[in-house]
């Protein structure tokens, strides 16, 4: 049995992850799903002072109170970030670090860094009637307008900070998607693709894997189980 904890992107929530957790689930694993602070379910609390800290904290605290180890950590897009800062708080409980089509950010790069121009054009642009707010891009197949929610715009801004605890995770895949390439996330794809150190995927489908193509999906994650 692998324990799973799967993080999403942007102006999405836990949600997006449901038919892959219902598939390991059924397989007899662990999975964890949380909903960052501020989005999906938890709407609620929406404030232009989330940062990327306090999402990292949302997945390192499941982690604490849950008391989990040995966890896939499984990042979509700006979870990527968000996996990264908890791989440098808790990198010893963690067995594999999985980027699914996510940013990949050395120390001291904010996703602000790492983006393209268009995306940081729509970052400042999609919050100018709502400061701090930034409305999201066109919703994935299966999104309905009202479950996508505006994204706090200082969690792109504020770098990930590396502690060295990040070089306790034994395992890094990429899951790189490729039916609009290039895309923002080409550039990550082609610094790992070639070194040993990496396990990497391409998949032939849009930037949303998890709706894409779940059942592919769920098969890369159980290979991870394996590892």
Avoid at 59 to 88: F, K, P, R
Avoid at 204 to 217: A, F
């Amino acid at each position: 049995m692998a324990t799973y904890v799967l993080v999403h992107g942007a102006w999405s929530g836990g949600w997006g992850y449901k038919a892959i957790a219902r598939a390991l689930r059924a397989a007899g694993h662990d999975v964890y799903v949380p909903t960052l602070t501020g989005l999906g379910e938890r709407d609620h609390l929406a404030s232009p002072s989330i940062d990327l800290a306090l999402h990292v904290r949302d997945v390192v605290n499941m982690i604490d109170y849950e008391d989990l180890s040995d966890i896939i950590l499984c990042g979509h897009s700006y979870g990527g970030m968000v996996i990264t800062g908890v791989a440098a708080a808790v990198g010893e409980r963690i067995r594999t670090l999985f980027y699914l089509d996510a940013f990949l950010p050395k120390d001291g790069q904010a996703l602000w860094d790492i983006a393209d121009d268009a995306a940081r054009r729509h970052y400042i642009d999609a919050q100018r009637d709502c400061p701090g707010m930034i409305a999201p891009f066109s919703g994935p197949p299966g999104a309905s307008p009202r479950r996508l929610n505006r994204h706090p715009l200082l969690t792109l801004t504020q770098p990930v900070r590396l502690t060295g605890e990040e070089r306790k995770v034994r395992n890094r895949t990429y899951v790189y998607a490729t039916r609009d390439a290039p895309t923002v996330f080409t550039k990550f794809h082609e610094e790992v693709r070639e070194d040993p150190a990496w396990r990497v995927h391409t998949v032939p489908t849009g930037h949303v894997v998890m709706m894409d193509d779940p059942e592919g999906l769920t098969r890369l994650l159980l290979e991870e189980a394996a590892r």
